[in-house]
């Protein structure tokens, strides 16, 4: 997967004095919202900064949209400006683990056109277990000139995912099975799925051991699926989605799209049908 780092190949990086490469901490809690900064500020890669999952890499919440709806680009684009991030820049990414938030960023860079982005191959788990340094220091940065625009091509809305599940599209159901079948809830007043989307846990492109699945594992996964139909990918907010839009990429599908608001802003229209299990509610 040409989107991956090793802990070493980074390590080397850093090492070697290659300074036009931005480190970007994206830990973060879905049910402790203020745990990812607090770990940073704890402890993170040498020259690290932190990205938020909902100050920086989200939108202001409304009533349709979702919970983690896109930030707003032209705003998103300063703060990358303000990191140090233009086009020149190699960006990496990292989690704690191979986790969905890396996912969302390296998202987010793609759709504004930058090509420079890895994410950390076991994240900062893994730095630390390698026994690398970590450290509480805060990175002085120097602000760059990054002129992009986002494209709106690698994404639909709503009424976009209700006429293309009457073609030949494919929409995908990032989140865990017993979410996806309704037996189990515990974000959104209502459960289950959106009526025709097949379920890919974002999980299941991990091994056993939270590697990311690579080469004939990960053509396999996905082998159930057209390379040459359009495959929209949804979660519930737009976030683990991001992990199943880099596997698909890496397993060579061409037509990938997000669905930004998920299934958090389907169930904000009250018209939208909802499937529990295998049946219609």
């Known amino acids: 997967m040409t989107n991956l780092i090793s802990v070493e190949r980074l390590k080397r990086r ?54 983690h709806p896109l930030p707003d680009f032209p705003t998103f684009i300063k703060k990358l400006e303000n990191i140090g991030i233009n086009h020149e820049t190699t960006v990496v990414i990292y989690d704690e683990g191979n986790d969905m938030f890396a996912a969302r960023l390296w998202w987010l860079l793609e759709a504004i056109g930058h090509e420079r982005v890895y994410i950390l191959e076991g994240g900062f788990k893994q730095w630390v277990e390698d026994g690398n340094e970590i450290t509480s220091d805060i990175p002085k940065l120097e602000p760059k000139k990054f002129h992009a625009q986002f494209n709106e091509d690698k994404i639909v809305d709503m009424k976009t995912v209700r006429e293309k599940l009457e073609t030949n599209a494919v929409l995908i159901d990032s989140r865990a099975e017993n979410r996806y079948l309704g037996d189990f809830e515990p974000f959104y007043s209502k459960a289950g799925h959106i009526p025709g989307a ?37 979660c519930g907010s737009g976030v683990s989605a991001c992990v199943n839009i880099l596997a698909l990429k ?30 219609e509610l």
């Open 198 to 234: 097949k379920n890919f846990p974002w999980q299941a492109v991990l091994t056993e051991d939270g590697r990311w699945l690579k080469g004939e594992e990960l053509q396999e996964h996905f082998s159930s699926l057209d390379k040459e139909e359009e495959v929209i990918v949804s």
């Open 250 to 279: 890496a397993a060579g599908f061409k037509q990938v799209r997000l669905y930004p608001g998920s299934f958090s802003d389907w169930i904000s229209y009250d018209e939208n049908e909802i499937e529990i299990g295998e049946g």
């Open 14 to 67: 850093l090492e070697n004095g290659q300074n036009n490469t931005v480190v970007v901490d994206v830990r973060f809690k879905l049910d402790d919202e203020d745990a990812g900064r607090k770990m940073y500020l704890e402890g993170h890669l040498p020259g690290a900064v932190y990205l938020d999952l909902n100050r920086d890499l989200s939108g202001k919440v409304e009533k349709h949209g979702g919970t």
